[in-house]
């Protein structure tokens, strides 16, 4: 079974400039969510896509934006980024629907904004 | 007021002992539970989930208690490999994750 992967591992950015951050679910996955962990923080929900749709999204401005891939597979994109945006970017990927509802999480992108 | 709380810690505790994390969430509504370990610069990992009746998985132990809103962990016979960030993370059925910020263990030789 293959898991999560993401891409790029690190990346440094300046700010306005805009970011893509990519994941790849998990093997029989059809739903994938961002978070964003800031440094000593929990990570917090940014959305979620099913079904190539936004399924539900957290407290984060429309800067941040995704797609999602009739594969499964997910982008992330923030746009005129912030010094605050510097934060490890989570992908999760979550079975069907019927199974239980918890997440699996790739290695993360760490974003630096300078 | 946070929707999950957790005791930063750190907890440093020496191998061989037995140490309990707890958590308060604070939305009735929440539907499933778990806890999580994060390894330093790592992502998050499933631990294990937590039910109303209680479960074991080994040395760790997880107990809910619906009525006060509290989840607990407990880790008997601490490894140093045990040694991480423990994430208390609940779902109010948005399938949305909420998770603490964590509470730090330091196991010692």
């Known amino acids: 079974e293959t898991g999560v992967t993401q891409s790029p591992t690190h990346l440094i950015k300046t700010r306005g400039q805009q970011v893509t951050l990519r994941c790849s679910s998990q093997?029989?996955?059809?739903?994938v969510s961002w978070y964003q962990q800031a440094l000593g923080q929990g990570p917090q929900f940014i959305f979620q896509y099913y079904r190539e749709e936004e399924n539900g999204r957290g407290n984060f401005p429309p800067r941040f934006s995704g797609l999602q891939f009739p594969n499964y597979s997910s982008e992330l994109n923030v746009n005129a980024l912030e010094l605050d945006d510097s934060a490890l970017y989570l992908c999760?990927?979550?079975?069907?629907?019927?199974?239980?509802?918890?997440?699996?999480f790739g290695p993360g992108t760490r974003l630096l904004v300078l | 007021r946070k929707e999950v709380e957790q005791d930063p810690g750190p907890f440093n505790v020496p191998e061989g002992a037995t140490v309990a994390f707890n958590c308060t969430y604070s939305n009735s509504a929440s539907q499933s539970f778990f806890w999580y370990r994060q390894d330093c610069r790592k992502e998050p990992k499933l631990l294990m989930s937590?039910?109303?009746s209680g479960n074991e998985d080994g040395r760790f132990t997880a107990q809910l208690n619906r009525a006060s809103q509290y989840i607990s962990l407990l880790i008997r016979d601490s490894k140093l490999s045990d040694s991480a960030t423990y994430l208390c993370?609940?779902?109010?059925?948005?399938?949305?994750?909420?998770f603490g910020s964590g509470t730090r263990l330091q196991v010692q030789p």
């Open positions: 093997s029989g996955h059809n739903t």
């Open positions: 993370v609940v779902n109010t059925g948005r399938r949305a994750l909420t």
């Open positions: 937590v039910y109303s």
């Open positions: 999760a990927s979550s079975p069907p629907a019927g199974e239980v509802e918890t997440q699996y």
